[in-house]
């Protein structure tokens, strides 16, 4: 699998929305912020690989 980058979009709670760095037209994800790193912000720049999410 191919690693994919996101931007931080907006934080809501306990959940963030995610877009697509490469793709910003495809519909942002919704994930649980307890799937992503503890430091992470909006406008944060995350990695997905392997099923990790690893802020850049």
Sequence with gaps: MDPILYVVKKIDGDYA???N????????V????ALLPDTVFEG???R????????L
């Excluded at 997905?48 to 802020?55: A, I, L, R, V």
């Design 17 to 19: 929305w995610l877009e």
């Design 21 to 28: 760095a490469e793709h910003p037209e495809r519909e942002p």
């Design 30 to 33: 919704f994930i649980a912020r």
């Design 44 to 46: 944060a720049r995350l």
């Design 48 to 55: 997905f690989e392997n099923f990790e999410y690893t802020q």
